[in-house]
């Protein structure tokens, strides 16, 4: 159905980059990543995002400087469910779409970073013989990225943990790809674009792109307690469906305090992390990896269904000193607002946890996964060393 790329078009034609993944924040952020790195490398190069058209990306995408496609996927169910025979139907007609996608795009690799979007593409891709390099976030492996492993050329993974989920052979620890604007905001440019005072100690709570209602309960419950302090203020973003009940709970509290701020949604996360000295979120790959780049001590409630990945997402960086967990089943009110409170008072702590944090995330990890993805559209093989994480290290572990 198609032809495979001789290694020198990228020479004649220009370097082309499809770029997939969605269903979520955390596949769609990854891409925006690599494409930033892709185009820091080769500034004429082309590319092209793929997100789903239901849910999150389609918004996401918009906001971005990069050209995209959507394309009319579905998730998957866990286990047996009467869905799945739509969600069949509609992973079909999604590989129908990405074929005339990547067959008028033509582009020398595609990148897939996840979610079910991917699970249309990358059969395509490989149909059209378009090598395929795929990331993976989380510590145990996605489930659709260990389905779609063997028709992948490389695997890079944000966990080093993953690196025992897929083949050896072709899988790089690269850490998680980091947009540019989560790592450049300063702290005081975030504190002013969201109105928080400049001395107070700050706290982020944040459930992701769907927010939490675990999380915005506890919060909601524990802010008279909180806010009892002066010098604390909070930031809570609630995401964009549990805003209202949020919205409604706050107000039958009578809480009307300008050190308490409820957003539905931010597009400026990296200067809401800028803004805090602690973060209370879930512990999906992206967030984790985002809070630990920024040096901000996390409190983390993984999510506990889905596999229950993010206990695994979250357990590096509890033993490493970089954040507290509470699991789901665990928290209450009282709980989460000990525990913030404790941790906003305890300076030393927050210092030692933030210098564990910074050990857990390259900053360029992004430009690492970008290298292999260039290397493969030339038509050569990634280089040699399977870790790209700080100091480059190399297969017997010896750092250079």
Same mark, same amino acid.
Not at 155 to 177: D, L, N, Y
Not at 332 to 347: F, H, P, W, Y
């Given at each position: 159905?198609?032809?495979?790329?001789?290694?020198?078009?990228?020479?004649?034609r220009?370097?082309?980059?499809?770029l997939?993944?969605g269903?979520?924040g955390g596949?769609?952020?990854?891409?925006i990543?690599?494409?930033e790195a892709?185009r820091?490398?080769?500034r004429?190069a082309e590319?092209?995002?793929?997100?789903a058209?239901?849910?999150?990306d389609?918004?996401?995408?918009?906001?971005?400087?990069?050209?995209?496609?959507l394309?009319s996927?579905r998730?998957?169910?866990?286990?047996?469910s009467l869905?799945w025979?739509?969600s069949l139907f509609?992973?079909?007609?999604?590989q129908?779409?990405?074929?005339?996608i990547l067959?008028?795009?033509r582009?020398?690799v595609v990148v =897939?970073?996840?979610?079910? &979007?991917?699970?249309?593409?990358?059969?395509?891709a +490989? !149909?059209l013989?378009?090598? *395929?390099?795929?990331?993976d976030s989380?510590?145990l492996g996605g489930?659709t990225?260990?389905l779609?492993?063997r028709?992948a050329?490389?695997i890079?993974?944000?966990?080093?943990?993953?690196?025992a989920v897929?083949?050896?052979?072709?899988t790089?620890?690269t850490?998680?790809?980091l947009?540019s604007?989560?790592?450049?905001p300063?702290?005081?440019a975030?504190?002013?674009?969201?109105?928080?005072?400049?001395? =107070?100690?700050?706290?982020? &709570?944040t459930?992701g792109s769907?927010g939490a209602? +675990? !999380?915005?309960?506890?919060? *909601?419950?524990a802010?008279r307690e909180l806010l009892?302090?002066?010098t604390v203020?909070i930031?809570?973003?609630a995401?964009e469906?549990d805003y209202?009940?949020?919205?409604?709970r706050?107000a039958?509290?009578?809480?009307?305090d300008t050190?308490y701020r409820l957003?539905?949604y931010v597009d400026e996360m990296?200067?809401?992390l800028?803004a805090a000295?602690?973060?209370?979120c879930?512990a999906g790959a992206?967030?984790l990896?985002?809070?630990a780049?920024?040096?901000?001590?996390a409190?983390?409630v993984?999510y506990p269904?889905?596999?229950a990945h993010?206990e695994?997402n979250?357990r590096?960086?509890v033993e490493?000193?970089?954040?507290?967990?509470?699991?789901?089943?665990?928290l209450?009110?009282?709980?989460?607002g000990e525990?913030?409170?404790?941790?906003?008072a305890d300076e030393p702590?927050?210092r030692?946890?933030?210098?564990?944090?910074?050990?857990?995330?390259?900053r360029?990890?992004a430009d690492?996964?970008?290298?292999?993805?260039?290397?493969?559209?030339?038509g050569?093989?990634?280089p040699?060393?399977?870790?790209?994480?700080?100091s480059?290290?190399a297969?017997?572990?010896?750092?250079r």
């Amino acid at each position: 159905m198609g032809r495979g790329r001789a290694s020198g078009d990228t020479d004649k034609r220009g370097l082309r980059v499809c770029l997939a993944g969605g269903g979520s924040g955390g596949h769609v952020y990854p891409c925006i990543a690599v494409a930033e790195a892709i185009r820091r490398r080769h500034r004429d190069a082309e590319l092209l995002l793929i997100g789903a058209r239901r849910g999150a990306d389609t918004g996401t995408l918009a906001k971005q400087q990069w050209p995209y496609r959507l394309v009319s996927t579905r998730a998957l169910p866990y286990g047996p469910s009467l869905r799945w025979p739509v969600s069949l139907f509609w992973l079909a007609w999604a590989q129908l779409e990405t074929l005339a996608i990547l067959g008028r795009f033509r582009p020398h690799v595609v990148v =897939a970073t996840g979610g079910h &979007v991917c699970a249309g593409v990358v059969p395509a891709a +490989r !149909l059209l013989r378009i090598p *395929v390099v795929l990331h993976d976030s989380d510590a145990l492996g996605g489930r659709t990225t260990r389905l779609l492993a063997r028709c992948a050329a490389a695997i890079t993974v944000g966990s080093e943990a993953a690196m025992a989920v897929f083949p050896r052979a072709k899988t790089h620890f690269t850490g998680q790809p980091l947009r540019s604007d989560i790592l450049t905001p300063s702290r005081e440019a975030g504190r002013e674009l969201f109105g928080l005072s400049a001395t =107070a100690k700050t706290l982020l &709570v944040t459930g992701g792109s769907y927010g939490a209602r +675990r !999380l915005n309960e506890a919060t *909601v419950g524990a802010l008279r307690e909180l806010l009892s302090n002066g010098t604390v203020q909070i930031l809570h973003i609630a995401g964009e469906a549990d805003y209202p009940w949020t919205a409604d709970r706050v107000a039958d509290l009578g809480i009307d305090d300008t050190r308490y701020r409820l957003l539905p949604y931010v597009d400026e996360m990296g200067h809401a992390l800028a803004a805090a000295d602690v973060i209370i979120c879930r512990a999906g790959a992206n967030t984790l990896a985002e809070a630990a780049a920024r040096r901000v001590p996390a409190i983390v409630v993984p999510y506990p269904h889905a596999g229950a990945h993010q206990e695994a997402n979250a357990r590096p960086f509890v033993e490493a000193g970089a954040a507290a967990m509470v699991r789901d089943t665990e928290l209450s009110a009282e709980k989460l607002g000990e525990i913030a409170r404790t941790l906003l008072a305890d300076e030393p702590r927050r210092r030692r946890m933030a210098g564990a944090a910074s050990a857990l995330a390259p900053r360029d990890a992004a430009d690492a996964v970008a290298d292999i993805v260039i290397s493969m559209a030339r038509g050569a093989q990634p280089p040699s060393r399977r870790h790209y994480f700080g100091s480059t290290v190399a297969n017997n572990g010896k750092r250079r």
